[in-house]
């Protein structure tokens, strides 16, 4: 099969938004996105089996496309198993992780919101960043597996209303804590950042990490060795695709496939 240049992964939807942003900067750039829907979601997992689970997908992904380059467009999969796949496999690595280093330059009171997988919010690599990049301040933690879960199965049939509705419990316990700043620290909120500043108001600065992950991304892509077999005329997979490693439900499916018309992005449906 063809090479790939770019190689997204995730549980599920959430890392759309972070290829997306790579492909506004970089339109040439050949992209294959993976959601490991069969092990939605991550975030309710244990350690050990985020580590198998991203191993054992990105092993397959990886014979599949041979990558130059992959990017983990998953909190919670790169706060657990980031190190340990870049032990594994012979190819660069870009995680995406809590942007709490911008979200520290960013308040002005010193009380950060951080919203994530439960995973991620108890993973001591979060609480390293904390330390490390916002030892001053307080970071308020909320993991809603609910919302991820609503986002993952119902987002784009959603309407406007139900949207809205969705983030106003996060909403509203962030404004509770009384926090200036708020980090998108799972990849699946991006689906709905619209919809968190305009219920956060002008207050309350929402935060994500996709500028910082599609430039780390393109940068380590102008570093590898330039592909000599890689050329846009042939073409086994298209210049962007989106596959995913199980389809349980027709719902799941029609999900996937209205999202990727709405962004016109060809899906690919079962990894092969
Ligand atoms: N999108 C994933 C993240 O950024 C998590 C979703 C899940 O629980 O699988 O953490």
């Given at each position: 099969?063809?090479?790939?240049?770019?190689?997204?992964?995730?549980s599920g939807t959430g890392g759309l938004?972070?290829?997306?942003?790579?492909?506004?900067?970089?339109?040439?750039?050949?992209?294959?996105?993976?959601?490991?829907?069969?092990?939605?979601?991550?975030?309710?997992?244990?350690?050990?089996?985020?580590?198998?689970?991203?191993?054992?997908?990105?092993?397959?992904?990886?014979?599949?496309?041979?990558?130059?380059?992959?990017?983990?467009?998953?909190?919670?999969?790169?706060?657990?198993?980031?190190?340990?796949?870049r032990a594994s496999f012979d190819v660069p690595f870009?995680?995406?992780?809590?942007?709490?280093?911008?979200?520290?330059?960013?308040?002005?009171?010193?009380?950060?919101?951080?919203?994530?997988?439960?995973?991620?919010?108890?993973?001591?690599?979060?609480?390293?960043?904390?330390?490390?990049?916002?030892?001053?301040?307080?970071?308020?933690?909320?993991?809603?597996?609910?919302?991820?879960?609503?986002?993952?199965?119902?987002?784009?049939?959603?309407?406007?209303?139900?949207?809205?509705?969705?983030?106003?419990?996060?909403?509203?316990?962030?404004?509770?804590?009384?926090?200036?700043?708020?980090?998108?620290?799972?990849?699946?909120?991006?689906?709905?950042?619209?919809?968190?500043?305009?219920?956060?108001?002008?207050?309350?600065?929402?935060?994500?990490?996709?500028?910082?992950?599609?430039?780390?991304?393109?940068?380590?892509?102008?570093?590898?060795?330039?592909?000599?077999?890689?050329?846009?005329?042939?073409?086994?997979?298209?210049?962007?695709?989106?596959?995913?490693?199980?389809?349980?439900?027709?719902?799941?499916?029609?999900?996937?496939?209205?999202?990727?018309?709405?962004?016109?992005?060809?899906?690919?449906?079962?990894?092969?």
């Amino acid at each position: 099969m063809d090479r790939i240049q770019i190689l997204f992964l995730d549980s599920g939807t959430g890392g759309l938004p972070y290829m997306l942003r790579l492909k506004e900067l970089a339109p040439e750039v050949r992209c294959v996105y993976i959601g490991d829907t069969a092990n939605f979601p991550y975030g309710e997992k244990t350690l050990a089996q985020i580590e198998c689970m991203a191993r054992e997908t990105t092993e397959r992904a990886i014979k599949c496309f041979n990558p130059q380059i992959v990017v983990v467009a998953c909190n919670t999969m790169s706060v657990a198993a980031l190190k340990s796949l870049r032990a594994s496999f012979d190819v660069p690595f870009v995680g995406t992780v809590p942007a709490i280093k911008l979200a520290a330059k960013s308040t002005q009171n010193k009380k950060i919101g951080l919203l994530a997988t439960r995973h991620t919010i108890e993973d001591p690599y979060t609480e390293d960043l904390i330390s490390q990049f916002a030892p001053d301040c307080k970071v308020y933690k909320r993991g809603d597996g609910e919302l991820i879960s609503f986002i993952e199965h119902h987002l784009f049939t959603a309407s406007a209303d139900e949207r809205l509705a969705a983030v106003a419990p996060a909403v509203e316990f962030f404004k509770t804590c009384g926090v200036d700043t708020v980090v998108l620290a799972c990849t699946h909120f991006l689906h709905l950042f619209s919809e968190f500043e305009t219920a956060f108001g002008k207050s309350i600065n929402v935060i994500d990490s996709r500028e910082g992950v599609a430039k780390q991304a393109l940068r380590l892509l102008s570093e590898s060795p330039k592909l000599e077999d890689f050329s846009r005329e042939i073409k086994d997979v298209p210049d962007m695709g989106v596959y995913v490693t199980s389809l349980k439900t027709a719902s799941d499916e029609f999900e996937y496939k209205n999202w990727c018309r709405l962004s016109n992005v060809p899906f690919m449906g079962l990894l092969p």
